[in-house]
């Protein structure tokens, strides 16, 4: 079985500051996919990245960035220069080959102007 | 290209009875999720579809059942509901099943059980 641990259940910050949500992953499998959503106030998760298991390079998105280390399970994400346009619930996630995908509680963001 | 579309967005149910939720998925897309979502438990993994064949299931009692048509709109229905059935249901797809691909979710229905 999966667990995602997703320590900070909200965070407050003021626009520009630079953020950083936590995601611990746990799992018997060695080989597992992992993920970030985004839900805004709509309802709709939005897609924001997905890595592989075996590929532990971090990856830079605009303003986004994630840092996955497989050796202590964490898949951590960055947010640089926040703008209160970041403001929503982001869930950390993963799942196996059987395509059953697992989500942490998720940690509501607030970014204030 | 359409996203994925679900319907009813809003419904008010009592105890006892029965719903059935819609999900048409992104043009292409043969696998069908669906998740509930509720503040104390977060979001919980139902079930996916894909062919037309229930693939994988989550833990959630007999009363959940689902299908996917041939055209891969999936439905979900709900027997016999209670009051902890109150959830935001989102459904999700991918081109395919299995290891690859990023889910693609709906703006979900929104049900409230009375």
């Known amino acids: 079985a999966q667990k995602v641990t997703q320590a900070q259940t909200e965070i407050s910050v003021v626009e520009k500051e630079d953020v950083t949500l936590d995601c611990v992953y746990e799992t018997r499998d060695t080989t597992y996919y992992l993920f970030w959503y985004k839900q805004p106030p709509s309802g709709e998760l939005v897609f924001l990245i997905r890595?592989?298991?075996?590929?532990?390079q971090n990856e830079i998105s605009g303003r986004y960035s994630w840092n996955f280390q497989k050796s202590t399970s964490s898949f951590n994400f960055t947010i640089t220069a926040s703008q209160v346009v970041d403001s929503a619930v982001y869930f950390c996630g993963g799942g196996t080959n059987a395509g059953k995908s697992t989500f942490g509680d998720g940690t509501t963001l607030t970014v204030k102007p | 290209k359409a996203g994925v579309t679900q319907t009813p967005r809003y419904l008010i149910k009592t105890r006892g009875q029965q719903v059935t939720l819609s999900c048409s998925p992104i043009s292409g897309h043969r696998s069908v999720s669906w998740y509930q979502q509720t503040p104390g438990q977060g979001l919980q993994f139902l079930f996916e579809?894909?062919?037309?064949?229930?693939?994988n299931k989550g833990n959630f009692p007999g009363r959940f059942s689902g299908r996917q048509f041939s055209n891969s709109r999936s439905e979900m229905n709900v027997s016999t509901l209670e009051l902890g059935d109150s959830a935001l249901y989102l459904c999700?797809?991918?081109?395919?099943?299995?290891?690859?691909?990023?889910?693609?979710f709906g703006e979900g229905s929104r049900l409230t059980v009375l």
């Open positions: 999700a797809s991918r081109l395919e099943s299995g290891y690859t691909g990023e889910l693609f």
């Open positions: 579809y894909f062919s037309e064949t229930q693939r």
């Open positions: 890595r592989n298991s075996f590929d532990e």
